[in-house]
């Protein structure tokens, strides 16, 4: 990675030259709308049939607090997510309030089922931590209550915390708790507690129809986005005829796709973009394709000018590759 200065601020890039942080930054952007936050979380529960209400959520204050008592002393654990809503469901005549949390990664995490179990515990924490805290206030407990703040008839909101992957990567890492630990005796397992975790992974979408936003045609191109032949199929889609901007720049940010976005406009047409990038990438096939052949010539002792010769190459591009050759030896 390296540092970029620009007016006191230092940003980070990577390998490509990408800003470190602006491809979450944009995801949790996107997914924060109602409108996307159901859609995966009605694709992941419920098949994509709507039961999860874009007009039933309610932002909640992604901070999740816990306080841990360490040889004697408060320790205060915080931790942030991306997204946080709460909401009310029907289903089969039942109504349930839930909270719900996405976390968006761009990148693999190894040790992601820790991480949301921590998170849910901290809000089951913060949930008795308010229940308890009405109790004092009412002072309605009376003695084992008293002592823990919570009554018999008090119930705690469930909790779900979805992953949405924004990668094309296979996600290789582990889905639950007991896939992180050391070899343990099966006796001992139905004493400990797995988390599982609940994951989308855009390689791993058999039906993309089940989404109901433009969260499909994300999730869709990123899948495809390393597959030229599977790229050149879905370019004829209507459906990607017309993306809002945020749906094309979030597109561009997590596969580099470049489809261009006019100043101005509203709507892009990606099958249009996606022609363009098969020709680019068509275009840097037989460029890659023409420097393996100048390659392959030059460490054989062809001289650059007999190589420009033979092959009809402009002779500035041997010298390129040559100079490439040297620079690495």
């Known amino acids: 990675m390296t540092r970029a200065t620009m007016k006191n601020h230092v940003i980070i890039l990577d390998r490509k030259g990408r800003q470190v942080g602006k491809k979450d930054t944009k995801a949790k952007a996107y997914m924060s709308d109602p409108?996307?936050?159901?859609?995966?979380?009605?694709?992941?529960?419920?098949?994509?049939?709507?039961?999860?209400?874009?007009?039933?959520?309610?932002?909640?204050?992604?901070?999740?607090?816990?306080?841990?008592i360490k040889n004697g002393s408060e320790e205060v654990i915080q931790k942030i997510r991306d997204v946080l809503k709460s909401c009310v469901i029907m289903k089969?005549?039942?109504?349930?309030?839930?909270?719900?949390?996405?976390?968006?990664?761009?990148?693999?995490?190894?040790a992601m089922p820790v991480r949301n179990l921590i998170y849910d515990a901290l809000n089951y924490g913060k949930q008795v931590n308010q229940i308890a805290k009405k109790h004092k206030a009412d002072k309605d407990l009376e003695e084992d209550e008293?002592?823990?703040?919570?009554?018999?008839?008090?119930?705690?909101?469930?909790?779900?915390?979805?992953?949405t992957y924004f990668g094309n990567r296979?996600?290789?890492?582990?889905?639950?708790l007991f896939d992180m630990l050391e070899s343990v005796p099966k006796e001992l397992e139905q004493f400990m507690d797995d988390y599982h975790l609940n994951l989308i992974v855009p390689a791993e979408i058999s039906d993309f129809s089940l989404f109901s936003t433009q969260l499909r045609q994300v999730l869709q191109f990123i899948s495809v986005?390393?597959?030229?032949?599977?790229?050149?199929?879905?370019?004829?889609?209507?459906?990607?005829?017309?993306?809002s901007v945020e749906t094309v720049d979030l597109i561009n940010e997590c596969t580099d796709a470049n489809i261009p976005i006019k100043e101005g406009?509203?709507?892009?047409?990606?099958?249009?973009?996606?022609?363009?990038?098969l020709e680019r990438k068509n275009a840097e096939g037989r460029a890659e394709g023409r420097s393996e052949d100048i390659e392959r010539m030059l460490r054989s002792g062809k001289a650059p000018e007999a190589i420009a010769d033979f092959c009809g190459y402009d002779l500035e591009e041997v010298k390129a590759v040559a100079d490439k050759i040297l620079a690495i030896v």
């Open 35 to 68: 409108e996307h936050f159901a859609d995966a979380f009605n694709y992941y529960l419920f098949q994509g049939r709507k039961i999860v209400r874009p007009e039933k959520l309610e932002e909640i204050d992604p901070t999740e607090i816990g306080i841990v």
């Open 92 to 110: 089969d005549d039942l109504i349930t309030y839930i909270i719900l949390g996405i976390e968006n990664q761009s990148d693999v995490h190894y």
């Open 146 to 163: 008293f002592l823990s703040g919570f009554s018999k008839e008090d119930k705690l909101k469930p909790v779900i915390t979805l992953t």
């Open 170 to 176: 296979e996600w290789d890492a582990p889905r639950s």
């Open 225 to 243: 986005s390393d597959d030229a032949d599977a790229l050149e199929r879905i370019a004829t889609d209507e459906a990607f005829e017309h993306l």
């Open 265 to 277: 406009e509203r709507e892009v047409n990606m099958c249009k973009g996606m022609i363009d990038l």
